[in-house]
């Protein structure tokens, strides 16, 4: 079971990277918490969704998407957008957090740059490497921050046994909805952790892929409140204004 704690309640301090040998010999990262070698676990602020592939054939298909269904993962990104036309309030411990969590992560790869490199690089070079956790993106015309979240829907174990993954989806306090759907502008919580600190992808690029098992719907993207006042338009003078009747 993993341990997951809010992004405030998390030390970086105790958070480890260490590195390992895969089955070929090469060098590969792991990351764990504590002394008990417990996952980096965290329990995500509320925040809008704006492309979630949470259920069914995840991201199959889609325009980014693997053809190969076999390759299917679910994805969820979570935004910096307003909710319910109100700044996230959790969204900057969540980010600062992530962001010293990476910060992390290339002292580390500095530091054992000849192992994971195969050359000495300055750190300036291998911050050009990485590929951080929190990353601008343009959801609907609109700027914000976003992290991205997947998990494989077909895992093997050590013996090649091939197991199918689900996300579990939720409603807001926990309880498990049936053939629940995560819609783009939701308001979700999900249970993320790290799945895996990957190098050599695309060259020498490395990074932390953040997995996850659970979404829970806080709210439901139709039933958010909508301001009923819009201040920018109160200070108007003009000489033709009239009282707004709704039409027979």
């Known amino acids: ?72 993962k679910f994805t969820l990104d979570l935004t910096s957008l307003p909710i319910a036309d109100q700044d996230n309030t959790n969204w900057d411990a969540f980010a600062k ?49 976003s992290v991205e979240l997947k998990r494989a829907k077909y895992s093997y174990d050590a013996l090649g046994f091939q197991a199918k993954n689900e996300i579990t989806i939720c409603d807001a306090t926990g309880n498990k909805v049936g053939a629940g759907e995560v819609r783009s502008g939701d308001v979700v919580s999900a249970t993320m952790y790290i799945g895996s600190v990957y190098t050599g992808v695309g060259g020498d690029k490395f990074g932390i892929q953040w997995s996850f098992d659970a979404v829970s719907v806080v709210c439901q993207r139709e039933k958010l409140e909508r301001k009923p006042f819009v201040s920018a338009f109160a200070n108007q003078q003009y000489t033709f204004v009239s009282e707004f009747e709704m039409p027979a």
Request: include cysteine; hydrophobic fraction near 30%.
């Open 97 to 145: 957090l992530l962001t010293a969590l990476d910060d992390k992560l290339l002292e580390f790869c500095h530091a054992n740059s000849q192992k994971l490199f195969k050359k000495s690089l300055t750190k300036e070079m291998i911050s050009m490497l990485q590929i951080r956790t929190v990353r601008d993106k343009n959801a609907g015309g609109n700027k914000c921050k």
């Open 1 to 72: 079971m993993k341990d997951y704690k809010t992004p405030t309640q998390i030390n970086v301090d105790d958070v480890t990277f260490e590195l390992t040998l895969d089955r070929r010999g090469a060098y590969m990262v792991s990351a764990y918490m504590g002394k008990n070698y417990k996952d980096v676990a965290i329990l995500t602020p509320a925040c809008v969704t704006q492309w979630p592939r949470c259920t069914g054939d995840g991201n199959f298909g889609t325009n980014f998407g693997p053809t190969d269904e076999k390759k299917t």
